[in-house]
């Protein structure tokens, strides 16, 4: 089926096509996302059925979205057999109002077939994903920071624990309910001996 | 005024005087090469380095002394406080006693020790314990690693330097220092150009000796702070930093004395004079070399843009004049006073050049990394040196019973010589290997 | 995987454990106030004598939330602030990231606009690899290079002082394209900038290519496999070094890259020389990229009609530019409303800087700055 997540969520203003007088329009709008289908998807959806949940193409851009469990298999798949062999980039995006709040977002590169990918899983806020750093060495430190930022476990990953922020900070910066003006005010009292004003 | 004085006392007055003069003058010239080495360094990097402490920065080190020696002395809680005192004073006393054995010129002598060369390298070796103490007592990792690594390096190359200076003891038959200077005014030639590999292996190993670059990992900024100077702040920082400039200069003079000729004019043995004066030609390079200087400093100093700054020209100039004015009058003097005044003149302007090659090698080169040090030494310094001293011994051998011409039965030794520092060169195995262990390292602990 | 559970137990607990001949190891930490490491870096290593047996890089000393804060300001509220996060390339990131915003809208800058913008990028990669030339070689003890390098440096900044006001931290670019015309003697002074630059580029390989100290510091230290580059993100200068022929610039042609004749300089080892040889190499075809655009700037409007409020239908983008770190990335998601839902700026110090374990293993303490150094990290970009 193909069940897009990102149009999901209510936009708060209609698209974007309001005009604001006496300026001209856009040169051209960019169309919303359309479900796609190509011989990467083909082959996808062969490989590992129920655990795609779908492709769009956004901005021509290729988004493939999978099943959680599955995230490690279908790494490796694309590493090993579509010759996907740079992770580019690991990140996750919170959609607090969803019931799988986050969006953990693979960015693939292809050297042999000059070609990216988006890969895109769904966790809930205390759901763990299998950790894809025994596939792209990359996703080490890139995990480390998802966690360390959002919250997101990843099992399988061999040393999961804080990067940018101190080792004892609690909670997670980037999430939607982490105010922009909250600190762990705790910890800066104890470490860095100032009453934080925030 | 000879007869002022009991002549039990009367042969130490001079070495007395000699002394102090050069435990005063040493730490103000020493802060005056630090200056010039700044100067040199801001010219080389496209700058123009201290200008704002009196003009041109010529009061810059009267600045920095102030500021030392009034800065708070600092000792680390854990240091052992006797040896964190000693040590510097280890440094400097060492390397101010060497001094007394120094030539500047045939008439400033403090001691003509008849083993004055060994006296200045043992001397020397000694500063090693200021380094190591003061390594071991400031009672922090990266100080005891600068300690070790450099009392390493000056061991290390202290025999190279050995060895080099050997070649030339050979040559000049005596350790005096006075007699090697007599040595190649008899020989007719400095024994730079007899052992001119004699004098690469010093130079090196002079540069090695006193952390200089590209030797100075021990004190390098980026590694490891300052190396066994880390803790050290302050009048007692001084003291090393006077150490290291001071042995610059000996080893300098130690160059100088045996390979440069020493207070020997160019061309020494050419002796012709001005007609109807007993003044020689050469003898008149001088006093028009310091003339020369002079006029330069009055020409260039009405386009200084300060007026400060043309005065302190226009006083440079003066100086030169009045240095000039000496020289040439020396000329006119008893031959003691001309030989004492132009030996000094000669000796400190090749013991600046010296100075000033350290310089441009330090701003030029980038620096070895500890093993590779380590590596030139014991590899190719070393086994150089060997060779060096055995091919000039094989040279005199050809020399007195065979009776060669000195330079035929020097050319295929130095030939020799230089056919094995080529293949000691190009013997890149052991860096290979090095950097090979490394990647192999790598790989085998990777996935 | 045992690395990494070595890496673990180094991580969490300061034992020292005993090596073969039963003497200590040592850790040493070096930094984040450190001469050498470049910004605040903390790198935790583990010797054995001089050697390295193992490493860690502790990070998040500049951490400064950017990307939170993206998520409270507007499209154009926001393009300052990425100049501050590799902020010896400010130009860089802002192409990068008003190219991304440009791609959400749907939108493209006009051609003059993009020739300029690849005029500027380029300049401020020739201002990049000549810092990192400069401190890179300074780290080594080679005291002169760092101040030549300035002194070209110098001239570029002045460039962009002139053309919009800021030597660092630039915010030259819109989205859209560019706010401000070049001024008059733009071109003329670009040319005669990329002219002065062969000699310079001559000069600074005198005192170093060839020299044998370098070389020795340099040659077979820190070697990183293509194989290992690839799998561990490392993109930029790093990759190229190690073998592999990849730039953004070819690959997916942004800007006006794809009017332009340049090269891609490999070399073939990954260690350090290779990655100094390329980033030299590279500031040369800068130039030759820098002298074609400029005698190729077309008329016409500098700015995209795009309104002045930006809404970008909801959804999202992935745009990369080839930053001098490497491949710079902004994920950009639109929720529809003013305020960007979520930037995520893909960090090409980041990733490179997580191929330090790998580069140095079995390197001794001297080699650990050298490999620092020429991987080129900004912990600006490091920690965002």
Redesign the interface.
Same mark, same amino acid.
């Given at each position: 089926m193909v069940d897009d997540p990102t149009t999901k969520e209510p936009p708060s203003t209609p698209p974007v096509t309001r005009r604001v007088p006496g300026s001209a329009p856009p040169r051209e709008v960019p169309p919303a996302p359309i479900p796609l289908e190509n011989e990467l998807t083909r082959r996808l959806n062969e490989r590992f059925g129920r655990a795609v949940l779908g492709a769009t193409l956004d901005r021509k851009q290729a988004i493939v979205s999978v099943e959680a469990g599955q995230l490690r298999e279908i790494s490796k798949y694309c590493r090993e057999e579509e010759s996907f062999e740079m992770l580019v980039d690991l990140t996750a995006v919170d959609w607090p109002k969803r019931e799988k709040r986050f969006d953990v977002v693979l960015n693939l590169y292809s050297f042999t077939k000059n070609e990216r990918l988006r890969l895109k899983a769904h966790a809930a806020q205390n759901e763990s994903l299998p950790s894809v750093s025994s596939v792209w060495e990359a996703a080490n430190w890139l995990e480390r920071e998802c966690f360390d930022l959002f919250g997101i476990v990843f099992e399988g990953h061999p040393d999961l624990r804080r990067i940018l922020l101190p080792d004892e900070w609690k909670g997670h910066p980037l999430r939607k309910d982490y105010d922009i003006l909250q600190q762990d005010t705790e910890w800066v009292r104890e470490n860095l001996g100032i009453e934080s004003g925030q | 005024m000879s007869h002022l004085i009991p002549s039990s006392i009367l042969p130490l007055v001079v070495p007395v005087l000699c002394a102090v003069v050069i435990v005063l003058v040493l730490p103000l010239l020493a802060g005056y090469i630090v200056l010039v080495e700044r100067k040199v360094m801001a010219g080389m990097q496209a700058r123009l380095g201290p200008m704002r402490v009196g003009p041109h920065g010529l009061l810059q080190p009267i600045a920095d002394a102030l500021k030392l020696v009034l800065k708070e002395d600092i000792i680390p809680a854990r240091a052992d406080k006797v040896m964190f005192w000693l040590a510097p004073l280890v440094s400097v006393t060492m390397a101010l006693l060497a001094y007394s054995a120094l030539p500047i010129g045939p008439a400033f002598q403090i001691a003509d020790l008849n083993v004055g060369l060994l006296f200045i390298v043992a001397v020397s070796s000694l500063g090693i314990y200021g380094i190591v103490l003061g390594g071991w007592a400031s009672n922090s990792h990266y100080s005891l690693l600068g300690a070790m690594r450099s009392a390493a390096q000056l061991v290390s190359y202290e025999t190279a330097g050995g060895l080099a200076l050997a070649s030339v003891l050979l040559l000049a038959g005596s350790l005096s220092m006075k007699d090697i200077v007599q040595a190649q005014l008899d020989q007719g030639i400095w024994f730079a150009f007899y052992v001119p590999f004699g004098f690469f292996i010093y130079l090196v190993a002079s540069i090695a000796e006193t952390n200089r670059a590209p030797f100075d990992l021990p004190e390098a900024d980026s590694e490891i702070v300052a190396g066994y100077m880390t803790e050290y702040s302050g009048f007692r920082w001084s003291l090393y930093f006077l150490a290291e400039y001071a042995n610059m200069i000996i080893v300098a003079g130690i160059a100088t004395t045996l390979f440069l000729g020493g207070w020997l004019r160019p061309l020494a043995r050419y002796r012709d004079h001005f007609p109807g004066t007993s003044v020689e030609l050469l003898d008149a390079v001088p006093p028009l070399l310091a003339l020369a200087v002079a006029l330069y400093c009055f020409h260039l100093a009405p386009k200084q843009p300060v007026k400060i700054q043309k005065l302190v020209m226009a006083g440079a100039g003066g100086a030169c004049a009045v240095v000039a004015l000496a020289l040439a009058g020396a000329l006119f003097a008893p031959a003691s006073v001309m030989q004492g005044v132009h030996g000094a003149f000669w000796f400190l302007l090749k013991v600046f050049t010296y100075i000033y090659a350290f310089m441009w090698f330090r701003f030029t080169f980038p620096r070895y990394r500890f093993d590779q040090l380590m590596r030139l030494g014991w590899r190719f310094l070393i086994p150089l040196a060997l060779v060096n001293v055995i091919g000039v011994g094989i040279a005199i051998v050809l020399r007195e019973q065979f009776d060669w011409n000195p330079f035929l039965s020097l050319v295929p030794t130095t030939l020799a010589t230089l056919g094995v520092a080529m293949w000691l060169v190009n013997d890149d195995a052991p860096a290979a290997a090095a950097n090979l262990e490394a990647t192999i390292a790598q790989s085998g602990d990777g996935e | 995987?045992?690395?990494?559970?070595e890496? !673990?137990a180094f /991580?969490?607990a300061q034992n020292v454990e005993t090596t073969v001949l039963g003497a200590d190891e040592?850790i040493?930490n070096m930094g984040p106030q450190h001469? %050498?490491t470049h910004g605040v870096l903390r790198v935790k290593l583990r010797l054995d004598g001089?050697?390295v047996v193992d490493s860690e890089c502790i $990070?998040?000393y500049l951490?400064r /939330?950017v990307?939170? $804060?993206a998520?409270?300001r507007s499209y154009q509220q926001f393009a300052p602030y990425v100049d501050r996060m590799d902020y010896v390339a400010a130009v860089s990131n802002g192409l990068g990231y008003c190219e991304a915003v440009e791609?959400?809208? /749907?939108?493209?800058a006009p051609l003059r606009a993009r020739v300029v913008r690849t005029i500027l990028t380029e300049l401020q990669r020739i201002a990049s690899h000549l810092l990192w030339l400069g401190t890179h070689?300074? &780290? $080594? /003890? !080679?005291?002169?290079p760092i101040?030549?390098a300035f002194?070209e440096r110098e001239e570029i900044l002045k460039i962009f002082e002139k053309y919009c006001g800021a030597r660092l931290t630039t915010h030259a670019f819109r989205i859209g394209g560019l706010q401000y015309e070049t001024y008059d003697t733009f071109e003329r002074d670009v040319k005669r900038f990329c002219d002065d630059l062969g000699r310079k580029i001559d000069e600074y390989e005198t005192?170093?290519t060839a020299?044998r $100290?370098?070389l020795? =510091?340099t =040659?077979? +230290?820190g +070697?990183l %496999?293509a194989a290992?580059a690839?799998?561990?993100?490392v993109t930029g200068p790093a990759l190229r070094a190690s073998g592999?022929k990849?730039d953004v610039r070819k690959?997916?042609p942004y800007a006006a890259y794809d009017r332009y004749e340049f090269d891609i300089p490999t070399r073939d080892s990954g260690d350090t020389y290779d990655r100094y040889s390329v980033r030299i190499e590279e500031m040369r075809q800068s130039r030759r990229i820098c002298l074609q655009a400029v005698e190729d700037i077309p008329g016409g409007p500098i700015m995209?009609?795009?309104?002045? +409020?930006l809404?970008?239908?909801?959804?999202?983008?992935?745009h %990369?530019v080839e930053g001098p770190k490497g491949?710079l990335?902004y994920?950009i998601?639109s929720?529809?409303?003013i305020q960007p839902? =979520?930037v995520?700026v893909?960090p090409p110090s980041?990733?490179n800087l997580?191929a330090f374990q =790998?580069?140095a293993?079995?390197?001794?303490?001297? &080699?650990v +700055?050298a490999i620092i150094g020429s991987i080129d990290i900004v912990l600006g970009e490091v &920690?965002?």
């Open positions: - | - | 995987m045992k690395a990494e559970r890496t !673990a /991580g969490n040592i040493l001469p %050498s001089e050697r $990070i998040g951490h /939330g990307e939170k $804060i998520e409270h791609k959400l809208l /749907g939108a493209e070689a300074l &780290d $080594i /003890g !080679a005291l002169t101040f030549y002194r005192l170093l020299n $100290i370098w020795g =510091r =040659r077979g +230290v +070697v %496999s290992d690839i799998a561990l993100g592999v990849w690959a997916m995209a009609r795009i309104g002045k +409020v809404k970008p239908p909801p959804g999202e983008v992935y %990369s491949e990335g994920y998601v929720d529809g409303t839902y =979520r995520r893909r980041f990733l997580q =790998r580069m293993k079995g390197a001794m303490i001297a &080699d +700055v &920690d965002r």
